[in-house]
């Protein structure tokens, strides 16, 4: 089974500063989709961005980038020039590309202070 | 439109009262999913529906009973609940299996 880990329970940065979330994952499968989803005070979870494993290219929107290193089972986000709105809980996510696979596997997630 | 629509969003309940959650997406979506989020806790998957069907049921208790009527639309109906229920209940669609999700604003359940 996969597992997505994220070892950071807390971050804080100073606005308009850059701050970067770590996640680790386990899969034996080569293909597959990750993704970091944000959940502010609201609660509603907001996708950030997207990245295919098959593309080694690192994904980007906007103020926000990965850096997604596949052998290392790595993919980190990096946001730049923080914002107050950014303040969230950060959820680092699985999914297997596998046809009928449809579970998304989440992190324990990255509660993300900014300091104004 | 790019919303999946949650109602309602707080309900308080009786351990003996039957209620519905009710989730609609009007983005021609097939799949379509709930979560239950407990506080400082990430999502977990309860159902999947793909293409009206149910297609994964996380070996959740049967006093939840997910319903699919149409594409757009997804409910689940709450009986005999427990108080450990209480939680966010998150709904959540994508435009097939492998795509990105799309979450509702999610119901605040608490459960007396």
């Known amino acids: 089974a996969q597992t997505v880990t994220q070892s950071q329970p807390e971050m804080s940065v100073q606005e308009a500063e850059t701050v970067t979330l770590s996640c680790t994952y386990d899969?034996?499968?080569?293909?597959?989709?990750l993704f970091w989803y944000k959940q502010p005070p609201s609660r509603q979870m907001i996708l950030v961005i997207r990245?295919?494993?098959?593309?080694?290219q690192n994904a980007t929107e906007n103020r926000f980038s990965v850096n997604f290193q596949k052998a290392a089972k790595s993919f980190s986000l990096k946001i730049s020039d923080s914002q107050l709105g950014d303040a969230a809980m950060y959820f680092c996510?699985?999914?297997?590309?596998?046809?009928?696979?449809?579970?998304?596997?989440f992190g324990q997630g990255t509660r993300l202070t900014i300091n104004p | 439109d790019t919303e999946v629509t949650q109602t309602p969003k707080h309900l308080v309940m009786g351990m003996t009262n039957k209620k519905s959650l009710k989730c609609e997406q009007h983005m021609g979506h097939r799949a379509m999913y709930w979560y239950k989020q407990k506080a400082k806790k990430p999502p977990e998957l309860m159902f999947v529906?793909?293409?009206?069907?149910?297609?994964i049921n996380e070996s959740v208790p049967s006093r939840f009973s997910p319903e699919c009527p149409n594409s757009s639309l997804l409910n689940l109906h709450l009986h005999a609940l427990q108080p450990e229920d209480s939680a966010l209940y998150l709904c959540a669609s994508s435009l097939n299996e492998v795509e990105k999700l799309f979450f509702g604003s999610g119901t605040q359940l608490s459960v007396l």
């Open positions: 996510a699985y999914r297997s590309a596998v046809q009928g696979a449809q579970k998304l596997v």
């Open positions: 529906y793909s293409y009206e069907k149910l297609s």
């Open positions: 990245q295919e494993a098959y593309k080694q």
């Open positions: 899969t034996s499968e080569s293909d597959y989709y």
